[in-house]
């Protein structure tokens, strides 16, 4: 099992920037690639952008591509998740998770993760 906390969220203006931070501990050595949720108020959670934990490739959600930054620090076992241009539809609880073993990519649904951090707000005002 891998145990994730999550940072960085927070109330931030419109067309500002936030980077979230996911810092997973456990069975580190079993992860193959870390996703980005987000959950809007009265929404569905949606996948956003997805890095395998290795090689650090990278897959985006089309509502991603352009805003949005994923990344990691292999050394220090943390995921980031950069958004700018910040806008009120990207008001969310955004979550990290990732999933273990050798898996087809890219990784892209809940069902495909196992372990999923707490959470944390991004509120962008108007």
């Known amino acids: 099992q891998v145990q994730l906390v999550q940072s960085g969220g927070g109330l931030v203006q419109g067309g500002g920037s936030l980077r979230l931070s996911c810092v997973i501990s456990g069975r580190t050595f079993s992860v193959y690639a870390m996703g980005w949720f987000r959950q809007a108020p009265g929404k569905e959670r949606e996948f956003v952008a997805a890095i395998t934990w290795g090689a650090g490739s990278t897959y985006y959600a089309d509502s991603a591509e352009g805003r949005f930054t994923i990344s990691r620090d292999y050394v220090k076992n943390t995921g980031y998740l950069q958004i700018n241009s910040l806008n009120v539809e990207d008001t969310a609880v955004y979550y990290c998770?990732?999933?273990?073993?050798?898996?087809?990519?890219?990784?892209?649904?809940?069902?495909?993760?196992?372990?999923w951090g707490q959470g944390t707000q991004v509120t962008v005002s108007s």
């Open positions: 998770a990732t999933g273990q073993g050798i898996r087809r990519w890219p990784v892209a649904t809940m069902a495909e993760y196992d372990d």
